[in-house]
DNA sequence: GCATTTAATAAAACATTGTTAAATATAGGA
DNA sequence: TCCTATATTTAACAATGTTTTATTAAATGC
């Protein structure tokens, strides 16, 4: 029928983005396809490729949402938090809770492989290095350091909590999983933060950089 | 023209195992196909599903194969180690340098998802579980603890340094994405460990048990 | 107000995928 | 030597992402 106009590109970018959310919430990665985003936002499946150049570009925009959300989750929960270490805890927290809430989207923003070899991957990097500068600032809240330390320390404890959850939170998590996850990360995060505490830390840094591999006995 | 017991079941098994690594450490999950293992082997696609039930059988075997490995590297990393701490540290270069030579099928390990719902995805649970075990024992030794705070403790460490990998190392690594890694893991182990024996450990475990969804201000 | 162009949408076609059903050929026993 | 069981292939199916072609409605020119 070719009606036009009747939604502007920008609108039916919105409305697929939508459509896919749910669907990936619902069914998961494996149910996400062409042809349901299209019926569902009441249209055909070429016109999809009138707005994304391909699935990736659509799933790598969904990542981006996500990672959005989650960032606005994080500036939340860290709302009242007035010592930084508390601040931490619940970043961390804060973290497990949208990883379980919405483990689908969640774990797509790591899993996905797109199938295309020239379709940029690094597209939502900014998205995911602010919240490493989210725990960069609380850590310089805590401790007066060199930046590069700071960095470096921020980039192990957040990778740190992420891989808890990858490890505890499946793609259907139960209640238990969840606690379980908690209860790591403040492990973590506590021990960690009291050894950061204890440690001359620029010492670390020159004994360790740059012979990792091969590491001595 | 159906040439009949030139390979055992079992034969056929391993060859469509051995195929199926080569390709998909050349060409990462996404290169994997029925047809492209069955020709690799010989045979045509039907013979495959005389072996295995579906393609999500194949690859959970894969993944076997491939955990197995891992324990493998771990265990030999291990061998001349004398001090725990150090163990610890070469535990997970150990982990970091695998994923790193074999980011496709390390990778294939977390971020597979079966077609089917009713294939079992927890058979390789126990391999996985080896791991945190070389884990606690290194715990142990370190330091005299109720069991349970070293298996919590194991699990968080272990999780701790596979997010580091997971954030660090992607599906092509360069040198010094791993160089990071390994920094990163040094630097979380080792304030882990002092964490840990600067703080009442079991104090901890009671005051957060159970609390964790929503963490008090 | 009608014809023409242009762009939005649909429909169809293609190659590739996992999986299954049917066909076929071979090995071993009668 | 035939027969049967089974290993193996072949063909077919449905679903997928993507591209190409066809159609229709709006905008434009006169």
Redesign the pocket.
């Known amino acids: ?7 502007s ?1 920008l609108e ?1 970018e919105c409305m697929a983005l939508e459509a896919a959310e749910t669907i990936i919430e619902n069914e998961g990665y494996a ?6 985003v ?1 019926t569902a936002i ?9 707005v994304f ?4 570009e659509l799933v790598l925009r969904v990542n981006g949402r996500t990672l959005d959300q989650l960032y606005a989750v994080l500036i939340n929960a860290l709302a009242d938090c007035r010592y930084p270490q508390r601040s931490l805890l619940v970043l961390g927290a804060a973290y497990l809770d949208f990883a379980a809430q919405h483990p689908h989207r969640w774990r797509m923003i790591f899993e996905h492989r797109p ?2 070899e020239e379709t940029p991957t690094d597209i939502n990097k900014e998205k995911m290095d602010r919240c490493y500068e989210l725990v960069e600032k609380q850590l310089q809240a805590l401790a007066a350091r060199p930046e590069e330390e700071i960095v470096l320390a921020a980039r192990a404890l957040w990778s740190s909590v992420h891989g808890i959850a990858a490890m505890t939170i499946t793609r259907n998590p139960h209640a238990e999983d969840v606690q379980l996850a908690h209860q790591l990360s403040i492990n973590l995060i506590t021990h960690y933060l009291t050894g950061l505490s204890m440690t001359d830390f620029s010492n670390v840094i020159m004994q360790t950089a740059g012979r990792a591999v091969d590491y001595p006995k």
């Open positions: 029928m070719g009606r036009r106009g009747e939604h590109k039916i149910g996400l396809s062409a042809r349901k299209a009441g249209y055909t499946v070429g016109s999809l490729y009138f150049r391909n699935l990736d199938r295309d």
